[in-house]
């Protein structure tokens, strides 16, 4: 048995609303009993990823209080949940609308709903931490320019679903008929904020009691919105010890951000924009950022993100940082060709000795994806190490330009 597997009365029964192996890995390696709630589209992705001792249902959406609520009062279990974890985006209000309704240890909703609805959490923001200029548009807005106008948005700016994750459905836009063209496609209220030049920064840790534990500093080598016109998303994450000055400004940054959403323990993930010592808050997600974040996090911080989300669900501490390298690490996410054939194995980038690790997420024969549609279409992710943040840069550049060379000649990657 292992040393922090807990036993009778310490162990509690954790719902999980969203598919999230590693969470769900985490919770009954300690000893939890899990039941977890997930679409009916993802059944084949849970009977190949998830252990057979959790209880798992199927519903419509995880984006249903009503629904997840009826699942459990027609099992007769709901009594019996003591806590209840979002195992995704989409699914992190529900589950404190679910966690509040039946008692059980959850997100606040206030807070969940911060962390989730990008107009609360700029207009929570506001006078705490700088951000961009903002406005929410509907469809009964008949004079958008003025509407630009009082909130102080020059065009272009960038226009984005209130509630969806990453890039989809956000896009820059340089005219006004674009933006009525969205809202009429969209059929929902549009934030529109002003334009950010880079840098742009994601900044990702552990809140515990209110303090920061765990802590990482890393930069986009371009805006993620640059996937919109086919430049993969590329992050570079620095090493703390030789960047003291950059990870004691952006912590500073960091904690007023976080705290002022009343997120007092969870695992974050913030993106920025500015120079150091002078950033502008994006966004903030209170889960484990994408991407190859949690893997870079393994390295970084020495723990890993999601057991973290478990640990504080169920009331555990999670363990000191205890960071194993002090390189440069970073991740790119690999192009794809929307609708061809894929012909590249990518797991032959293990055999350079500087590459980490690699995601697959389209298998040779596969169908590419349009990765224009968001960060995660793209073919999978490679993770490099440098010793410098300029080598890092340069080997990222190498895997992405292999990649494409490979793909433009319909051949395997050349070493």
Known sequence: MRPDRLEGADAMHALV???????????????HEVTLIHEAAQAA???????????????????????????????????????????NEVAVVPSAIVGELIGARSLPVRTALACRNKAVQKATWADIVPTARWSVLTGSDDDIPAR?????????????????????????????????????ELAAPLLVEQYLEPPEWHLDGVIQSSEISHFMVSQYCSPVLDTKRGIPVQSMTYPGASNAVLY???????????????????????????????FIAGELACRPGAGMIPQVGRIALGIDLWDAVGRLATDEPVPPAAARSQDYLGFVNLPSVAGEVNTVDITTFTELDWVVDVVERRAVGEIMRDMTRGVGFGMGYVMV??????????????????????????TGIEL
């Open 17 to 31: 609303i969203g598919v999230q192996p590693p969470l769900v890995e985490s919770l009954v390696s300690r000893g």
């Open 45 to 87: 992705r849970v009977r190949d990823l998830v252990p057979p001792a959790v209880h798992t249902v199927a519903i419509g959406s995880v984006t249903s209080p009503e629904s997840i609520l009826g699942a459990l009062a027609y099992l007769g279990i709901t009594a019996k949940i003591e806590c209840v974890v979002p195992g």
């Open 148 to 184: 630009l106008r009082d909130a102080d948005i020059d065009l272009p700016c960038i226009a984005k679903p209130l509630d969806k994750g990453g890039t989809t459905d956000v896009g820059m836009v340089s005219e006004v008929n674009e933006l009525q063209t969205r809202l009429a």
């Open 248 to 278: 004691n400004a952006a912590r500073e940054f960091t904690h007023r951000a976080v705290t002022s959403l009343d997120l007092t323990d969870g695992v974050f993930h913030l993106e920025a924009f500015g120079r150091e010592g002078e």
């Open 385 to 410: 190490r440098a010793a410098t943040r300029e080598d890092l840069r340069s080997r990222l550049d190498t895997v992405t330009d292999l990649m494409r060379t490979a793909q433009r000649n319909r």
